[in-house]
């Protein structure tokens, strides 16, 4: 049986959090809401999301997580950098009811969306590796595979 480090565990939460929390601002910005009461708070969110992801990465860099647990938050971290890119797409592209109050943050928006783009296609790349260097070691069938992929894009 594999142990799983506290720290891996405690930055798959993390992880996990912000990708609950890009839902809730992607839920809220599509309401019929006063949207007045509540226009800082979920701009100031979506700014958290940035500025979480710099601290989870700069911990990760600082980290002791072996291969295996590094896999897995990259995943993870893919995850939640797609689902920023889709909310953040829709911000400025007005696709939600409310989008109009990241008018004043359209450039800041758009710079998270190229960050986002490039980071997760290097994780993407990363993750070819991996699994490619795995699949030669370890003989993966091409329904493992199939099955990791569809797991993936779920």
């Known amino acids: ?31 019929d809401i006063d949207i007045s009461l509540y226009k800082n708070k979920i701009i100031e969110d979506v700014f958290f999301i ?20 590094f896999i897995i938050i990259l995943k993870k971290m893919k995850n939640v950098k797609d689902g920023a890119i889709i909310l ?20 800041d928006i758009q710079s998270f969306i190229n960050l986002y783009k490039n980071s997760s296609a290097e994780i993407q790349k990363r993750l070819n590796k991996k699994l490619f260097s795995s699949i030669e ?11 990791l992929f569809e797991q993936e894009n779920s």
């Open 1 to 31: 049986m594999i142990t799983v480090s506290e720290e891996k565990k405690t930055i798959v939460e993390d992880l996990s959090f912000l990708n609950h929390l890009i839902a809730l601002i992607s839920t809220s910005l599509d309401m």
């Open 50 to 69: 940035n500025n979480t992801l710099n601290r989870i990465e700069a911990r990760l860099a600082n980290s002791n997580i072996i291969e295996k647990e």
């Open 88 to 107: 953040m797409e829709n911000i400025v592209k007005y696709k939600y009811k409310q989008a109009i109050i990241f008018e004043a943050h359209g450039n």
């Open 137 to 147: 070691e370890n003989h993966v069938s091409k329904e493992e595979l199939s099955s």
